[in-house]
């Protein structure tokens, strides 16, 4: 395989061009679970194509150009094996893949992203545009889709839960609040690594309802108490409140509403924790900048700077104290309340 080092400026940019039938191919292999029918071993393609209710021929021009980017490695005979990156689109590993290519690739999500020139044009979220609605209601609207969405969010918070939880001291602290928690995967790395501590899961209706049952399936459910309203209303009171890939879903107004109500149910000597991507300097940190597109796109939010950081904390009434590296892509940015 030619590495990206030696191509031509042309042909990088032309293998970055088609960058999304990657991504699309990556999809379909995730929603088909080939990752899982491979872990006992390598099998045949009629044997993968019966396992998936797949059409053998169009199956194997799938597979074999995953295995042309090192996703499944294809041997003699049309069989096909997992790689170290096909691993990781398997239901079992820890910090999975999969659920986040099933979400990513759905119909609705790529038709908000075919309207990117829209979103640049105008400023404004282009899957309100297509949808008609922002992407909170729509997957009110559409449960299904919801719980597929609350399972890639799941997966990619258990990419960094184990480094963000090691990161920060919960000495002290006795109830912490994750402010839109999702299905409550980082609570529960929390609590786990913190035997004394107790948590608030605050979750819209929905998300709260299937959350529920993943807090009992995870054997938390005397120790944390699941709530369901809205954090443009009001968030529930406890000395720390996490905030995981929330912010960047909003506007500044609307961030700063989310924080204003936090700064009321906070504890005079509480913290918050926001837990999002910092975006780095010019030329650098592509996976922020790019999720920053996505949050454009889809929530209509946005990606921000330390100082943009800074900035929202000090009109919600909190000072940032300090930004604690994770060693993932996420970042810690902490703020201290200011007193009144
Ligand atoms: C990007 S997800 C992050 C989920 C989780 N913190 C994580 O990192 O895995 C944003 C979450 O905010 C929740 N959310 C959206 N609007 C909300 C609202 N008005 N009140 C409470 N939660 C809300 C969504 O249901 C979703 O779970």
Request: hydrophobic content about 45%.
């Amino acid at each position: 395989m030619t590495t990206a080092a030696q191509e031509s400026p042309s042909v990088a940019l032309m293998r970055l061009v088609n960058g999304y039938q990657v991504s699309q191919a990556i999809h379909v292999a995730a929603v088909l679970g080939i990752a899982d029918h491979l872990i006992g071993g390598a099998r045949r393609i009629e044997d993968l194509a019966q396992a998936t209710a797949t059409d053998s021929g169009a199956l194997y021009r799938l597979l074999r150009a995953l295995a042309a980017v090192d996703i499944f490695r294809e041997e003699e005979d049309r069989v096909f094996a997992l790689t170290p990156m096909a691993q990781c689109l398997g239901s079992d590993m820890n910090d999975p893949v999969g659920p986040w290519a099933a979400f990513i690739g759905r119909p609705y999500v790529r038709r908000a992203w075919d309207e990117l020139l829209y979103s640049v044009q105008t400023g404004d979220s282009a899957f309100s545009h297509v949808h008609g609605t922002g992407v909170w209601a729509y997957r009110a609207q559409h449960p299904e889709e919801g719980a597929l969405f609350d399972k890639a969010m799941t997966a990619i918070s258990r990419q960094v839960c184990d480094a963000v939880v090691a990161a920060y001291d919960f000495a002290g602290v006795s109830r912490v609040v994750d402010v839109g928690g999702g299905e409550g995967a980082l609570l529960a790395g929390i609590l786990n690594a913190n035997p004394a501590l107790s948590g608030v899961l605050f979750e819209l209706e929905q998300v709260a309802a299937r959350a529920t049952d993943r807090v009992a399936a995870m054997g938390l459910a005397a120790r944390v108490e699941v709530v369901s309203g809205s954090f443009f209303e009001q968030v529930p009171a406890g000395d720390i409140h996490v905030l995981k890939g929330i912010l960047h879903d909003w506007d500044d107004r609307a961030a700063a509403d989310i924080l204003r109500n936090c700064r009321e149910a906070i504890a005079a000597n509480g913290r918050l924790l926001v837990i999002e991507r910092p975006i780095a300097p010019p030329n650098q940190g592509a996976e922020a900048k790019f999720s920053d597109l996505n949050m454009l796109v889809s929530p209509g939010g946005q990606e921000r700077t330390q100082e943009q950081f800074a900035g929202l904390f000090g009109a919600a009434g909190f000072r940032l104290a300090r930004l604690i590296a994770t060693g993932t892509r996420m970042t810690i940015i902490e703020g201290e309340p200011i007193p009144p």
